[in-house]
C-alpha cells in the first residue's frame, strides 16, 4: 500500500481499538465521562480539532477516490475482449481488487468516525442520568425519612394529650407531613422519569454495540479477501 493508504489504514484500526475500549463493561460509564472532561484530553481537543477536521476531508477526497477508481476498472473489467488477454485482465482485476480495498477502508474510518461521536455521546447522556438518579434517590430517601420522623413527633405529641398548643403543633405537623409527601411523590415521578431515559439510552447503546459488531465482521472478511488475493498474486507471479 502507499503511504496515503498504510495512514488510512492505521487510523482505522486506531478507530476499532478506541471503539472497543469504549465497550468494555467494566470501565463505568460515569468513569468514562470524568476522562472526556479531563483537563489533558480537553487540550488535546483544542489543539487538535483543526488536523481532526483536516483528516476527516482527506478521508472524504479518498472514498471519492475510491469510488472513482472502483467505476474505472469495473469498467474496464467489462470491455470485451479483455478476457482473451490474460496479462491486461489480470492487471485490471488487481487495480480493481486495489480500489475496492481502498474504498472499504476509507468507508469504514468515515463510519467508525460517526460511531465512535455517538458512543461518546451514549456515554456522557448515561453518566448523567446516572448522576440525576442517584441525586433523586437520595431526595426521595431525605423526604422519606423526613416524612418518618414527623410521624413519630405526631405519635408523641397524640400521647402527651390533648392541648391548645398540641393541637396547633399537630396541625403543624399535619402540614409538614402533607408537604413532605408532595416532595416524595415529585422526586418519585421525576425518578421513574429519569428511569426510563436511561432505559431508552442503553437500548440505544446496545443498537450502535450491535451494528458495530456486524462492521468488524465485514472488516474482517475483507481482510482475508485481502490476504487471499495477495496469495493469489503471489501465485501468479511465481508462474
Not at 53 to 60: K, T
Amino acid at each position: 500500500m502507499t503511504i496515503q493508504w498504510t495512514i488510512v489504514a492505521t487510523f482505522l484500526y486506531a478507530e476499532i481499538a478506541v471503539c472497543l475500549l469504549l465497550c468494555v463493561p467494566f470501565i463505568s460509564a460515569r468513569r468514562w465521562q470524568k476522562i472526556f472532561k479531563s483537563a489533558l484530553l480537553n487540550w488535546f481537543v483544542q489543539h487538535g480539532n483543526l488536523y481532526f477536521n483536516v483528516l476527516i476531508a482527506i478521508l472524504v477526497l479518498l472514498f471519492g477516490d475510491g469510488i472513482r477508481e472502483s467505476l474505472k476498472y469495473g469498467d474496464l473489467k467489462e470491455e470485451e475482449g479483455i478476457e482473451v488477454r490474460p496479462g491486461s485482465h489480470m492487471n485490471v482485476m488487481m487495480h480493481l481488487f486495489r480500489a475496492q480495498r481502498n474504498l472499504y477502508m476509507s468507508g469504514f474510518a468515515l463510519f467508525l468516525v460517526i460511531v465512535l461521536r455517538r458512543l461518546v455521546t451514549v456515554i456522557s447522556n448515561t453518566a448523567t442520568l446516572e448522576a440525576k438518579s442517584e441525586a433523586f434517590e437520595k431526595q426521595a430517601k431525605s423526604a422519606t425519612d423526613a416524612a418518618q420522623k414527623l410521624l413519630e413527633e405526631n405519635e408523641k405529641l397524640k400521647k402527651e394529650g390533648p392541648g391548645a398548643e398540641n393541637d396547633a403543633e399537630l396541625e403543624k405537623l399535619r402540614d409538614k407531613i402533607v408537604d413532605k409527601n408532595k416532595e416524595l411523590e415529585d422526586a418519585k415521578d421525576k425518578l421513574d422519569h429519569v428511569e426510563a431515559d436511561l432505559q431508552a439510552v442503553k437500548k440505544q447503546a446496545q443498537g450502535v454495540n450491535t451494528e458495530y459488531d456486524r462492521l468488524l465482521k465485514e472488516h474482517s472478511k475483507l481482510q482475508e479477501e485481502l490476504e487471499a488475493a495477495k496469495g493469489g498474486e503471489g501465485d501468479k507471479k511465481d508462474d
